[in-house]
Structures are given as C-alpha cells and as structure tokens.
C-alpha cells in the first residue's frame, strides 16, 4: 500500500513542528484580534504578514501554486481560499481565516471562523457545530484508529445538526511540505484508508456549509463559495498523533515564543 509515502515527525523534527505550529496559532490568534467592523480583508492579510515577519516567519501559502495573497480569508458563502480585497468586513459577517506558516523550514496549518461584532442565531450555531466537529475529528486521531474514524466523527456530529461537510477539500498531513499524505476528508469516502500512526502530523479541517454540500470557485481561480449561496464555517488545527492523547500542535503556546 502507500503508508511509506506517509512521514513520521521525532526528534528535531518534532520539535521544530511544535515550534511551526505554535507560530502559526499565535499569528492565527493576532489576526482574529485585528479583525473588527471596517476592516478590509487586505488590511487584515498586510496585517498577517507583517505579524508572521515578527515571529521570523513566512506565509506558506503566498506563491503555493501561484497562490496570491499571505493567507485564506473567506467571508460567509465562501468556504476556503478567499482572496483579500478591498471589502469592508460588516457587522454580522462571519469571517474564515487560514493561516500557513513556515517556521525554520516547517509548517504550522490552522483556521477559525469568526463573527465581526456579532452575528445571526443560524451563523453562530454553524460555527458552533464546526468547531465541535473539528474537535470531536481531533479526539478521534488517536494511534489504532483509521482516518475514517476521524473523518466519520466529523461527519456524524455535523450532519447530525442539519449542516453539510464539503467532499472537494479535504484535511491532510502536513510538515516540511503543506500538504502531505494521508488525505483527511471530513466525510467516510470507502477509499484507502489508512492507520494512524504516532509521529503522524495531520491538518484536520472541517468544512461545514448551512446548505447544501455543493460548492463552485469564482472567476478569480480561488475563491471557493457555496453553490446554494448559504453559510459557511471552516475550522483547523494541525495535530500529532501519539500513543495516548493527540497533542494540538497550532493552539499558541507563548512559553515558546518568548522573545519573539
Ligand atoms: N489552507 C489550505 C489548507 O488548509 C491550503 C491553502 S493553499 C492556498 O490546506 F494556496 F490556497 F493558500
Ligand atoms: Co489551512
Ligand atoms: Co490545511
């Protein structure tokens, strides 16, 4: 099968993961702390880069397959990969934002949805049952288990609540490069499906739309929108898989940081 092409993190490498992982969440955490009525999304990502210069960082999307801007910020219908632009954010939008950082050559992947100010019953419930559903994909990345079994956990909670995962984008192992393998979707796919591993690093993702699971990608090549025009919520965090407890590489850790 291909669980050679799968690579385990120790050592130095581990390490420098934890280290990745922990500038991307603080970054992450900086940039949801900026974000307030009136902003343009290009402010907000000059913004990121700036704060991943701070922490000697560098955006590990920027340049990805002529990927044009420091992160991905999506507002309401769009899901992943929105472009920054000279929209204002509103009062009542709810805002995905997706930070890749390359850290002494390694990466930290992590997103959240947010509301700017506040927001609507339907939104907040939304991004409610997507973080859920990411934590519940986290608490199932365990070694013994198979990605199925992340995958069915985040399946199982959202569709349980009425919303829909996404089945174009998926979750995926992470380390010197952005995306490695196993792939992670957040819905049972029946394909291969592998055992998870201590020492495996994974970018889990979900993609939650109020509608349908339908989505499309606009002229600009990138950004990806609901097809039903509805909501929707995106949450990530890169983990370890270990013997016991998966370990949340991108919450921000400020011990690490020190001095940065
Ligand atoms: N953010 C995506 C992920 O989490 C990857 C974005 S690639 C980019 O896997 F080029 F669109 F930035
Ligand atoms: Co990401
Ligand atoms: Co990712």
């Known amino acids: 099968m291909f669980v050679e092409k799968i690579i385990l993190k120790s050592g130095a490498d581990l390490e420098a993961m934890r280290l990745a992982g922990a500038v991307a969440g603080k970054v992450l955490a900086e940039i949801l702390g900026f974000i307030r009525p009136g902003v343009t999304t290009n402010q907000v990502d000059r913004f990121a880069g700036e704060r991943m210069a701070a922490h000697g960082a560098k955006s590990a999307f920027l340049g990805y397959r002529k990927y044009p801007c420091q992160t991905c910020i999506s507002v309401n219908e769009e899901v992943v990969h929105g472009l920054a632009n000279d929209r204002e954010l509103r009062f009542g939008d709810i805002v995905s934002v997706d930070v890749g950082v390359v850290y002494r050559g390694f990466i930290g992947d992590t997103a959240w949805t947010m509301a700017v100010g506040g927001c609507g019953v339907l939104a907040q419930q939304l991004m409610d049952v997507t973080e859920k559903s990411l934590a519940l994909g986290i608490a199932a990345a365990v070694a013994g288990n198979r990605v199925s079994d992340i995958s069915r956990a985040i399946q199982g909670y959202v569709e349980g609540h009425g919303f829909s995962v996404v089945r174009e984008f998926v979750g995926h192992g992470v380390g010197r490069s952005l995306h490695e393998e196993p792939q992670i979707p957040n819905f049972v796919d029946g394909k291969m499906d592998q055992k998870l591993r201590p020492g495996m690093t994974l970018a889990i993702e979900p993609m939650v739309n109020a509608g349908a699971a339908d989505v499309k990608i606009l002229k600009d090549g990138w950004t990806v929108v609901t097809r039903d025009g509805s909501l929707s919520a ?19 850790t400020p011990s690490v940081l020190k001095g940065s």
């Open 234 to 252: 995106h949450f990530e965090h890169t983990v370890l898989v270990t013997g016991g407890e998966p370990e949340i590489l991108t919450w921000q």
